[in-house]
Nanobody
Framework: QGRVVESGGGLVQPGGSLRLSCAAPSLAMDIYDMAWYRRAPGKQRELVAQITYEGHTTYADSVKGRFTISRDNAEKTVYLQMNSLKPEDTAVYSC??????????????WGQGTQVTVSS
């Protein structure tokens, strides 16, 4: 099993909501920056939302006000609450765990991804 595992994707109608989860049971997640990326068909992967180990969040302009990223370090899980979904949100969503070493180099772990389809 991978270091990070996503769940929660599915088919939803426009205007609907989904919550994605990213579990990282074998990581010391409290020291990792966590992020959600997505890749739509025919497009490059893009950063959707990030939450640093300190809890600071950033969002892509296209999802601001609709998506919320949060983390529960005790549960070693990161969430992406997606509201007011649009067809253009359709993509494979992947979770990333990133840790930059003080002496150089970094650790990056990716999940397999979960499909989100927004369609009527």
């Amino acid at each position: 099993q991978g270091r990070v595992v996503e769940s929660g994707g599915g088919l939803v109608q426009p205007g609907g909501s989904l919550r994605l989860s990213c579990a990282a049971p074998s990581l010391a997640m409290d020291i990792y920056d966590m992020a959600w990326y997505r890749r739509a068909p025919g497009k490059q992967r893009e950063l959707v939302a990030q939450i640093t180990y300190e809890g600071h969040t950033t969002y892509a302009d296209s999802v601001k006000g609709r998506f919320t990223i949060s983390r529960d370090n005790a549960e070693k899980t990161v969430y992406l609450q997606m509201n007011s979904l649009k067809p253009e949100d359709t993509a494979v969503y992947s979770c990333n765990a990133h840790f930059t070493r003080a002496r150089g180099g970094a650790y990056d772990y990716w999940g397999q991804g979960t499909q989100v389809t927004v369609s009527s």
